[in-house]
Structure formats: structure tokens, C-alpha cells
């Protein structure tokens, strides 16, 4: 099946430092990606939608300057959390859909800000 | 609005017993409705979808749901759960362009 991948899987960062994550499909086409964001006992949070070579739709509340998204092909998005604080400690998770109605995810990536 | 309710944050059953996971939704249209499940700093890993056809969709490791109209309902169920079934389970509604929308989850734990 189709597998998406995520770099790092775990990444600790001091505050006021930025760091990029990124998502990977490895053996599709990903004509659209989506970025969440999960607290820990909780849902998923839908921060922002992005297909391949146009500018990520951010969800109401998310700020896109602080989280940076960036699609340029059609395996690869990243995003990168500028300026990061405690606050932006979480799990984020990627997930990838190409034509059918699936999306697949990634396993995660822990961000710690120190 | 689109909405998906998982009424229950944790369900605890004995091992070898059935399993129900609830899930109702509030869709305009025809739904498109999935489970996944998490482990513990995992990604979610897709068990099961419902697009279109029989109501009773059945998906990896043993797991089946019904989708039920009248109801507005897509629970989840194993007929003899396994210690390993203990994990975070989502329910999830396919909207416009792809975009899922995410239950609270429910937690599942499997006692020996």
C-alpha cells in the first residue's frame, strides 16, 4: 500500500529556534497534502491543506506565517515551525491523498521546544 | 456544518468479547466515512471506509462497521477482541477536496 513518511520522527528545538518536518509519499503521487497537529489524548487538528506547486489554505486560527508550508513537488512537503516556543509542543502528523479517496498518514513527528 | 461524534472517549472490554465503537455524523449529501486507529506515537492507519454499497463494510485485522442512514451512524465492531485492538480509534468524514474531518477518538483497551 501506499506509505508516507515523515523526517524527523522526533526533534527537540530550543525556543526562538525553527525547524522543519518533513512529509514524504514514497511510492505515489501526492497531489494533495495535509498537515495536523495532535495534543496528546486528543483529535487531530486540520492546520492547513496544500496541493502540489500552489500556496497552502490555512484553517481558521493557524497562523501561516509561524507554520510555514511548503509543497514544491508532488512527493514532498514540509513544514517548518518559525520562532518556536513551548507552546508549539505537540505530535505533528502528515497525511497524503493522490487520486483516490484515501488519505495515507505518516508516522508523526514529536516536536519538543525547550 | 459537517460533524463527527465519537460519544465515548473510552471503552474497556474483555478479551475474546465483541467490540462497539460508536460514531455518528452529521453530513450534507452522500457521506464518505472511514475508521483508523492509532497506537501510541504512531500515525493512524486506515482499518475500514464506507463510500457507497453495502451497509456492512469490512476492513483489516477483523474489523467491520455498519453504516446506518436512518441513524446517521458508522460504528465499529469486532466480533472477539484482542489485547493487541488496544489503541485510539478515529472516525472520519471525507468532505469537498479530500479534506477529512476527525472524531474526538475513543480510547480502546483490551483486558486480559
Known amino acids: 500500500g501506499a506509505v508516507v513518511s515523515q523526517h524527523p520522527s522526533r526533534v527537540i528545538c530550543k525556543s526562538g529556534t525553527s525547524v522543519k518536518i518533513e512529509c514524504r509519499s514514497l511510492?505515489?503521487?501526492?497531489?494533495?497534502m495535509f498537515w495536523y497537529r495532535q495534543f496528546p489524548k486528543q483529535s487531530l487538528m486540520l492546520m492547513a491543506t496544500?496541493?502540489?506547486?500552489?500556496?497552502?489554505?490555512?484553517e481558521q486560527g493557524v497562523e501561516k506565517d509561524k507554520f510555514l508550508i511548503n509543497h514544491a513537488s508532488l512527493t514532498l512537503s514540509t513544514l517548518t515551525v518559525t520562532s518556536a516556543h513551548p507552546e508549539d509542543s505537540s505530535f505533528y502528523i502528515c497525511?497524503?491523498?493522490?487520486?483516490?479517496?484515501?488519505?495515507?498518514f505518516g508516522p508523526g513527528t514529536r516536536l519538543t521546544v525547550t | 456544518a459537517q460533524s463527527v461524534a465519537q460519544p465515548e472517549d473510552q471503552v474497556n472490554v474483555a478479551e475474546g468479547n465483541p467490540l462497539t465503537v460508536k460514531c455518528t455524523y452529521s453530513?450534507?449529501?452522500?457521506?464518505?466515512l472511514f475508521w483508523y486507529v492509532q497506537y501510541p506515537n504512531r500515525g493512524l492507519q486506515f482499518l475500514l471506509k464506507?463510500?457507497?454499497?453495502?451497509?456492512l463494510v469490512k476492513g483489516s485485522y477483523g474489523f467491520e462497521a455498519e453504516f446506518n442512514k436512518s441513524q446517521t451512524s458508522f460504528h465499529l465492531k469486532k466480533p472477539s477482541a484482542l489485547v493487541s485492538d488496544s489503541a485510539l480509534y478515529f472516525c472520519?468524514?471525507?468532505?469537498?477536496?479530500?479534506?477529512?474531518?476527525f472524531g474526538t477518538g475513543t480510547s480502546l483497551t483490551v483486558i486480559p
Open positions: 497525511s497524503a491523498s493522490g487520486q483516490g479517496d484515501e488519505q495515507y
Open positions: 511510492d505515489f503521487q501526492a497531489t494533495t
Open positions: 496544500s496541493n502540489e506547486g500552489s500556496k497552502a489554505t490555512y
Open positions: 453530513v450534507s449529501g452522500n457521506p464518505y
Open positions: 464506507y463510500i457507497t454499497g453495502d451497509n
Open positions: 472520519a468524514v471525507r468532505l469537498f477536496g479530500n479534506q477529512f474531518y
